[in-house]
């Protein structure tokens, strides 16, 4: 298992042990106070909007063009850190990934 470390909206941390070829959305789309995931991983909502920690940013994959439009036109959006879960598959390389779920909008 991967352990990714959450702040949730209630600014709790939480430590998830994940599942490595699916997304960071379906693994803490079930915990309380996590992301909505509305659209279910289509890239289409913008519910699942997560702030990464600034020494992970690097090295994960950049946002896609399709993830940038989904973000770009959230007052919560911030150019270095958002992402949407529901692109971030996970791998063993995100042991020990940190994020910070994004706040409703």
């Not at 079930?30 to 992301?35: E, R």
Request: net charge negative; proline share 7%; glycine share 4%.
């Amino acid at each position: 298992m991967v352990k990714l470390v959450i702040q949730d909206r209630l600014a709790r941390t939480v430590e998830v042990d994940a599942r490595p070829g699916v997304s960071a959305m379906e693994n803490i789309r079930d915990l309380d106070a996590s992301v909505d995931a509305i659209c279910g991983g289509m890239c289409a909502c913008a519910t699942c909007h997560i702030w990464v920690a600034p020494e992970w940013v690097e090295r994960l994959p950049p946002r896609s063009y399709e993830e940038e439009l989904m973000l770009q036109d959230s007052p919560n959006f911030d150019p270095q850190r958002s992402r949407l879960s529901c692109q971030l598959l996970i791998s063993d390389e995100c042991d020990g990934l940190s994020f910070t779920i994004a706040p409703d909008e």
